[in-house]
């Protein structure tokens, strides 16, 4: 079985997992809405506050309003100060 979803990869699901089938009638209910992010912090330990120079990595975290799954050469888009920021992961 395949799950499909927009904004979500195919990946093979086992109607049967750990053993556990649903009843032929059990009506589903899934949420494909993406996730949003609840807030951005800097990370004290890495980026203190202070002054940077162009270059200089600066390091966030983000938290989201339910789980992600961050593949490697991800690409985070925002607005600071009403400037497109481009971070790749």
Partial sequence: MLINSPGISLEPVDPNVAGISLPLDQIISINTSPPSVVGIAPQD????????AVGDSLFFEVVFD????????????????????IANH
């Fill in 66 to 85: 339910k789980p992600v799954k961050v593949r490697m050469h991800s690409i985070f888009s925002f607005k600071l100060n009403s400037i497109l920021i």
């Fill in 45 to 52: 330990s890495t980026t203190p506050s202070g002054t940077y």
